[in-house]
């Protein structure tokens, strides 16, 4: 669903964000990216997201190549960044609205969509409302719906439980596998190590630019936990796998 081959990102004054980095997330799991604050997790999501160039390496998204078919590529694409901007002077109803227009969505699909996903994070008496007037965690949510409603067969997000309470998170968590049971698939980024070793197929760490560690989850985590090898890591530096 992504492969991401030999992706670099040097910044302005010569700091490189991202140093050859490797990976493929498969049709139908959850990938976690972890890594500490500067490691690159941001830098390489907005890549894949297609919204932050690059000149090395390649990224491919369900067979189309994110520098060479970028519209193609964020059709099937969904991102969730960590801070989304949100247009607070729209209700709820009609940024959702904007959003399925933007990705041809029918009225009867958005419809049906809307009314699931925002029963279900209980954000539909809340619709009608300018976004301003939202509290942080129901911004996030309507960010989440924005993201579900578009059916995207890869699902990319930054730090994506930031903000919600404990049932929106377990309500996304399952959501995040009906995506993977429809063939579709999940890379995103988080601290929260103990969500990331319970709902994670595969685990990529990253620091310093570099893949330190990747694989399943139970190769990755061993007899520690997913923290112990993190910190364990963070320390030592590790090596590919």
């Known amino acids: 669903m992504l492969t991401i081959t030999n992706f ?3 910044y302005a004054g010569g700091k490189k964000a991202v140093d050859n980095l490797s990976l493929t997330v ?14 690159g997790k941001t830098t390489t999501l907005r890549a894949v997201a297609g919204i932050l160039d690059f000149t090395e390496g390649e990224i491919v998204i369900d067979g ?31 940024y959702l609205a904007f959003i399925a227009d933007i990705y041809g969505i029918s009225k009867d699909v958005r419809e049906e969509r809307i009314r699931k996903y925002a029963d ?25 719906i924005s993201a579900l409603i578009r059916a995207p067969r890869l699902l990319i997000l930054d730090e994506p439980f930031v903000g919600l309470d404990p049932q929106a998170a377990f309500v996304l968590k399952g959501f995040l596998r009906e995506i993977c049971a429809a063939g579709g698939a999940v890379f995103f980024s988080t601290h929260v190590l103990e969500v990331a070793e319970k709902l994670c ?9 570099r893949l330190v560690k990747m694989g399943t989850t139970a190769s990755v985590v061993g007899d520690e936990s997913l923290e112990q090898v993190f910190l364990e890591l963070a320390q030592e530096g590790g090596a590919h796998a």
């Open 201 to 209: 197929d595969r685990i990529a760490i990253i620091k310093g630019g």
């Open 120 to 144: 279900a994070f209980e954000l539909t008496g809340a619709l009608g409302s300018p976004i301003g007037g939202y509290s942080h965690g129901m911004k996030q949510k309507l960010a989440v």
């Open 8 to 10: 670099s990102k040097t």
């Open 64 to 94: 189309h190549s994110v520098k060479d078919e970028p519209v193609a590529a964020k059709q099937v694409t969904a991102f969730l960044p960590d801070n989304p901007d949100l247009y607070e002077f729209l209700t709820g109803i009609k």
């Open 26 to 39: 498969n049709a139908g799991e959850i990938m976690g990216f972890i890594g500490h604050n500067g490691a």
